[in-house]
């Protein structure tokens, strides 16, 4: 069984970078950065989203060549690396989107790469001694996962445990997380962090990369921040506050967390009732008003992007109703609910929201594409004015409306899908995790754009994984467990004891 106990650590040098550039078509996305982390050390790395960590990691597992400066593994100067090089001398990666083969098992994704033959010259398998070394990894990280389990029947938190036995197993010397939280529950977070400390003390050393500064101060040792691709200064965890971070990250005090306005409430935009899905949704009935950001709270599976992905045509219904505007609506699919004026930011939004390998003035016109269209013709300079307009107007930061969505960073992707649905003239917002994934100075920028929004005239529903989040953005809140509406606060109402009584499924006072 896995130790938790904190260990004595002796820091020696590993992995050092000195004064590491690199350059995109008008982007200097790396300059100077210079950074060093300890044998059996967790170094936080933060910074707002486009600072530059995504392309650091890039260039620390090769994947990136780097213009200038040099980088030291191991005390050796390490020359053309390259992806498989980067794993062959023990520095493993576990990307936000993870690298597993769904329809293998657990032991041979863990083995990828790496399998153990029997026969060499069949090319058999060793399967059983796969299982048995999976089994003892999984056991010394204290997980109950069989490995003969597919992994894409796995949750999400337990796929990336699987990652990290996938790392063990390869004698990763240094393990690179980014953004490992991100998607995992309260409990799953507690654990990984439980397997972080315990890599630790077998002197393994960590990267670890977060927006969620209170995981990165309860489990880093030291913290290097980025901005604007450069390294602003390492600290010790005991000698700064999660405001000292912010203010290095952002170069300015953020001096409210939720910038939250009071908009004239108007109109009834929408009204849902009774909305069903057999064994998803039961009798869903809500509305939203003009000027109004409705929040739904809830724990994971409690069905509130069920709900969005109902009332918005992207999932069938048995039963229910929606009305606009006082007007009933037959969504059957999501181009009825465009045609409403229901914008659906999903919460995945480079799976569903956006189109990764097109450009920002594709992605932003593409709801509105039949309103440029003339005839046979597609009015081109329209939508490069329109696309324009909007990166001003959202403070998108790029080169250009030509450059790539996906080499932008997660909170300019964010704004690149509400430029999309602002482009169609929507009036009612459905915002699946608004703030999932960019960091402290992005999220402010997107809590002013829904208000914005709402003081426009528009409706706002929020649905948010955290509390904090919900409570400091919403006018009213409502929260479900388990396919059911358990409880409606107003903002004033509202207290984290209520909301999480009410996503437990206990309604009682």
Not at 139 to 159: A, H, M, R
Request: net charge neutral; glycine share 10%; hydrophobic share 40%.
């Amino acid at each position: 069984m896995m130790n938790t106990a904190p260990a004595i650590a002796v820091h020696n040098p590993l992995f050092r970078i000195d004064n590491l550039s690199k350059r995109f078509p008008g982007v200097l996305a790396l300059d100077q950065v210079s950074l060093e982390v300890n044998s059996g050390e967790v170094l936080g790395l933060v910074g707002e989203n486009g600072a530059g960590k995504s392309t650091l990691i890039k260039s620390i597992t090769g994947f990136h060549k780097p213009d200038e400066g040099a980088l030291y593994f191991d005390g050796k100067k390490l020359e053309h690396i390259t992806p498989h090089y980067s794993m062959s001398i023990g520095i493993a990666c576990i990307y936000q989107e993870l690298n597993l083969v769904p329809f293998l098992s657990v032991a041979e994704n863990i083995f990828l790469g790496r399998e153990q033959i029997k026969v060499k010259r069949l090319g058999w398998l060793d399967r059983e001694y796969q299982r048995s070394e999976s089994q003892k990894i999984l056991d010394t990280l204290g997980l109950k996962i069989d490995p003969n389990t597919l992994v894409g029947s796995l949750g999400v938190g337990q796929q990336q445990m699987v990652e990290i036995a996938r790392a063990i197993r390869a004698h990763a010397k240094m393990i690179i997380m980014d953004e490992p939280t991100a998607s995992l529950s309260a409990h799953e977070t507690e654990k990984l962090l439980q397997i972080i400390r315990y890599l630790k003390g077998e002197d393994i050393s960590i990267i670890y990369i977060s927006h969620h500064l209170e995981e990165v101060l309860a489990v880093c040792d030291r913290i290097t921040v980025l901005r604007d691709g450069k390294s602003v200064g390492t600290v010790n965890v005991g000698d700064v506050t999660i405001d000292d971070l912010v203010k290095m990250m952002v170069g300015r005090d953020i001096t409210q967390k939720y910038p939250k306005i009071s908009a004239s409430i108007g109109k009834e935009m929408l009204r849902v009732e009774n909305l069903t899905r057999k064994g998803v949704l039961d009798n869903i009935s809500f509305n939203a008003r003009a000027g109004e950001i409705l929040g739904f709270a809830g724990l994971v599976g409690a069905g509130r992007t069920e709900t969005a992905r109902a009332v918005t045509g992207a999932d069938p219904v048995d039963g229910g109703r929606v009305f606009v505007e006082g007007r009933q609506v037959h969504i059957k699919r999501p181009k009825d609910s465009i045609e409403a004026g229901i914008a659906f930011l999903t919460e995945d939004r480079k799976g569903q929201g956006l189109i990764m390998i097109q450009d920002i003035e594709f992605n932003s016109t593409l709801v509105n594409l039949k309103s440029y269209v003339k005839g046979i013709f597609l009015n081109l300079k329209r939508c490069k004015i329109d696309a324009e307009e909007k990166v001003r107007e959202l403070r998108i930061r790029c080169p250009g409306i030509g450059m790539v969505t996906g080499n932008l960073s997660g909170g300019n992707q964010q704004k690149v899908v509400i430029a999309k649905w602002l482009l169609s003239k929507a009036r009612i917002f459905i915002i699946d995790e608004p703030t999932r994934g960019i960091d402290v100075g992005a999220k402010v920028e997107v809590y002013n754009l829904m208000n914005e929004l709402v003081k426009g005239g528009a409706a706002v529903i929020m649905i948010s994984s955290e509390m904090d989040e919900c409570m400091g953005m919403s006018d009213r809140i409502i929260v479900m467990h388990e396919g059911k509406i358990t409880a409606e606060y107003t903002a004033e109402e509202a207290t984290q004891e209520k909301i999480l009584y009410a996503a437990s499924g206990i309604t009682a006072d």
